[in-house]
């Protein structure tokens, strides 16, 4: 009983000291510090799984590496993806060269001693960015930014501190023979994350960028990188080293059937037609999870002859219009487009270059859709990338509409799984990190060594028209189920409440944040990060004390009854229940110190307010305190089941209450204090940090070089064009004529890697983007209705349409029809908009929405 | 981000760019759509004590306030509340809301129409109602929520607190027109009110008069934002309008404009602290309006009610505990849980009644023209079709994917359009499913983004033909045509809708 009512009083008077102290006892190993919200998270979570996804470390940042970190954390996260790397190559059949354990050669950091900690914990290389506070010299010299509590800087040190910081420095020999590669590389991470005994900690995965900057030449500095092109990069090098592997491993096979050893293993690799031919057995899972097929129609408006074409990719790179959704741009990626003037279509039928018709469906959907959006743009004014602040939304489901007829369940459910967030003000410098749903734990964010959960809405952060300049950059959804999604709904709704809750503190007058008196410090509490969701607890004793050490200082008491008057306390938890316990995670578990950051004018007036408001507070404190005491009497009554147990911890809260109370206010005394000292230290935040390059030097030859050697390297894949974001980019860009050129010239460069025809599908894409550039000649051949519609043959059998469940098969008759569009004689000067907008309803609409009954 | 003004703009655009055709089609002539004015509600700055919520680290976890953008109701106190034996298209009509200022001009062009109401009329008496006209009162036969008679009947109780002179720290400043009486007192009596919630501000305008930019009061709230808010169509007179507004605090605030008064309930969130995101007095009740909170709970409030605890009552204990299947989940998708009834003998404070749908957010709610049926969609991308009088829930829809954001019913009450984040408008027809029939109708795909508001036009509604509209994320507004033979067959189906892109 001691040590709980310790508790009871560190929730209450919030110093996070006693309580994380407290909850401590239970893990025998762990350095005396603060627990982290991520491992309050975990804190209950049972023996350590087997497959790994329970496992959050923090990624080490060797400088400008974060593009790295965020996404091998995007692809850890992804189930799919993780199981197959981890389990390949299979054991082989013969048993001989795996024979033995394949062992990753991990040396474990020494934490570093906290005291010296302070200069370097963050690790060997130091030029880091640092993206908030970073810039502008900090006018106060002691308050550096990791110094301070709330900031990622800190945090991260923390992290480094707190370890265990595993070093995947040496190479590690693979007993089953691959060479060394990326995929080696990335695979020794991943074991090593599901083998470690803890479940948070920091990686440090300096062999596999060795590795990769090894075979990669333009990632070999220290500068900012392009995170898709990585991503892009590191799957092409998987799925090369995979086939190459199973070629070797074929090859193995049949020289051992024909007894014949001497025979070389990697002559087949030298005479290898394999791009073509069947895939080598065991390797087709890259391509099962990540590659979609793209058909792109092309119909030759000369002779009406139209053709056909797939590709294979790896990703969609879908330009961004302002204030349009995600779903949207999909369609406009998939809309129509002419090829005409200077990127006419070479027609084979009527031999010659021919103005044609040509748009991009999905033929084949992939487990992970991986959804790059265009944010860099090149812009000739600055003949430089800029980036595009456009608010594009994204859902966290998702259903494609630009699949073909022919497409495989075309209508499959995908959920948003992972977010690549740039932040910063152009390519060349920024920040990457990398906001993650995990199977059973929620959404967390991972910035470098950092792991913190966030709650479901704080996915929405990141839209792009949010001050910070922080926009999504890269979406992962992953194929799930409708049925799955239900389900999951219905049982996540948890966090929402307790969103709801936190926005309702948030915006709070002083009085009623006081409805949870004690704890309620207003102004100071609210500016805090907390947003950690409920620390799952298992055990039903936990969750008893919880509730009431959480809803007890609020004297509202909408759910403790709840909590007493069923028999079994974990059927408590009614919705009020978390936004109870938030209100008192936040007493528990905030430091005393709050790093609102404002510039420091608004600080002193606000200071100013503060004092008088200050006044008044404490008066309608009083009033409201002993407005709930009555209240609280009230209910006392009309519960008769209410517990002795529960008299003594009402004592107790009122004891705790009042020593919060004090110890509020003198917080928030320092506070007031303490912020006008930092405000100045992290004005104007989210700037380039010192550390980083100069911009206007080297990056942009940077990217022509890359160019060249990108296109060579990527001939191999297909995926070349979707995924090439720099090269592209610029195209989007028809306004000037010169602009033009460039886009012709680089699009012919791709024409002699990939063939004519793709080439002009690049400048088609680009070109419908909203300009009247291509959409005056949308109108000319959207007028005879497009002779393909299958509206009619569909409609037919839909006339009984299941139910709900169903969702597929409700969409079924009408839409198709309803949407088609009439609007041909529309007035001109809407021409652009109207007929883009009129096409999607016409064709696209008629094959999506006509389903299989 | 949006501007940080103070004062309303107004503008009259003209151009091509500030109209736009309506290509009519086969069925309709065509109509022109031109902006005749437009105005601009003022953002209101944060009050000075708020946390900023400017923060430089992007990447904070610190909780945002709630925000709902620009709610507005147009009222005209000269119509008089049908006779129960219409349905009651003035709530269609009243109720259009855009959720940007911008779209006044669809408004506009409403009263416009307005001399066509009589016109609506006369179509839906004619017509054979499907449901029976005369529904019941919400609550009738508790005899505890009977209305207690007054004396006069002219005489409505106003609030208890007076607005200017209020001290209270919920609200920061009011300010009334200088000439807010002589305002009132010579305006036309015909002309069109507007209540406008931006933020933390409430204003009240008056959209025939010529300073119609000038509020006649905005109220300017500390921190609370001011989320939604509802006008009762019942009481309303030259002397009394009943106001309530749902804050992001979970509270809110019943106010009487003519008078100033006020008086907040659900006080310091007691009985439930979330944030309100929508809220409507219920059909023909002059004390009673519901209030959906974002944990997904519906609560009935009585305007002159004391808050009280709110426990969830025992008859309804086992139906919520017993759904707990053994997962510890609870079941919402066959059934709503009732945590109090509008049945209960407990009648003495607030709540009236509070239903439990889900756990997500609700997003916006609609009763139905024939004061039967309430249609709510959520968060979590579904639509709910409720018998509110009898606290059930009949229907359940899903969306395409991502969550549903907005709901109407048309004027007959025949059908609801949803709008959602996954950029389409779905027509529903509710009860079809359970006569056999596919509840779905269609799903419209026009917008850029997500779907923030739909309204139908109810002068462009008759027996077969139907107009709505819709505005979006994308800065759009659609307007779409379906029509009833239509539906039916299929192949002969066209729909027109137009859109303008805005300027």
Redesign the interface.
Known sequence: MAGFFQKLKGAGSGVSKSDSTASLKTKKDEPPLDLTPVEKLLHNAGPVREDGSDKFFGLENFGNTCYCNSIVQALYHSEHFRENVVNYPPPSPWGEPNGTERKVNVTIRPPPAPSAANGNAAGPNKPRQSF??GQLAPAVPPLRPEDKPD??EYKKKQAMIKGPVLELAQETADPSGMEECTFTGLRDIFTTLIDSQSRTGVLSPQRFLDIFKRNNEMFRNSMHQDAHEFYGIVLNDVIANVEANGKRMQEAAESRRKNDPSQPADMALSTADAGSGARTPGTGWVHDIFEGVLTSETRCLTCETASQRDETFLDLSIDL?E???V??CLQSFSAEEMLCERNKFHCDHCGGLQEAEKRMKVKKLPKVLALHLKRFKYTEDYSRLQKLFH?V?Y?????M?NTTDDAEDPDR?YELYAVV?H?GGNAYHGHY?AVIKTKDRGWL?F?DEMV?P??KN?VR??FG??????CAYVLFYQETT?EKV?EE??????D??K??????????????VN?SVSAGTS?SL??????QPLPPVDEDEKLATLDLIKSAPTE???TT??GH??AHP??A????AP??MTEADKAATIPPKTK???ARE?KE??AR??AD?KA?KAA?KEQ?RIAAKE?QE??QK??ETVRLEREQLQKAIEESKQMAAEEEKRNKRDNTTTDTATATS?????GPGPGEQDPSSTPWNGFLNRASRTSKSMTRKSMTRKSFAFLHIGQNNNHGKDDDKTDRSETSENRSDRGGESSSATAGAENGNGNGNGTAHHHLHDAPPPPTPP??NG?GK?S??L??ST?RS??A???G???????K???K??AP??ER?SF??GR??SSK?LSQS | MPMIETNNILSNPTGPEYQFLVGEGKFRDPGLYVLKEDLHLATPPPHPSEAPIVNPNPLSTAPQPATAGTRLTLLNLDVSPLSSALYRTTSQSEGARGSIPEHLDESQSSTDARESSSDVGRINSTEVPPFASNAPAFGEGNTLLAPVAQKDANKRRKPKNNMTKSNSSFISRVINHEALSKRLQERARDGLFAFANVNRAFQWLDMSSPLKAEYLTKILFTKAHCLCHDVNKVTKSSTHIDVVMGFSTGEIIWWEPTTQRYTRLNKNGIINGTPVSEIRWIPGSEHLFLAAHMDGTMVVYDKEKEDGIFTPEEESGPRTSGDTNGTGRVNYTSQIHVHKSVHSKNQKANPVAVWKLSNHRINAFAFSPDNRHLAVVSEDGTLRILDYLKEELLDLHYAYYGGLTCVCWSPDGKYVVTGGQDDLLSIWCPGEAARGGAALVARCQGHHSWVTSVAFDPWRCDERNYRFGSVGEDRRICLWDFSVGMLNRPRALAQQLEEKAHA
């Open positions: 908030s506070g900031s990622p219009e204030h349009s959704s779903t949207s608010r939304v859902p966290y489901h998702l259903r509409f459910m967030v932040i990190v964010l910035d913190e966030v709650d704080f952060n990141f028209d949010k001050p910070g300049m922080a409708f239900r709904l219905d049982a996540e709704g948890m929402e409440v969103l709801a809750t936190q926005a309702a503190d948030l915006a709070t007058t002083v009085e009623l409805g102004t609210l500016s805090k990060l907390n947003s509202i008491d909408l009854p709840n008057s069923e974990l059927v938890a009614p919705p009020p936004a109870v609102s950051e404002i608004k007036l606000k307010e503060k408001e008044r309608e409201v209240r009230a209910v009309m519960r992290s004005e104007g935040g989210g509206h009619q409609t839909h009984h349409l139910p709900w969702p409700e969409t008759p009408v839409a029809d309803i949407l088609r569009n009439h609007d004689d529309k007035d000067d809407k908009f109207k907008f999607s309803l696209k609409k929405f």
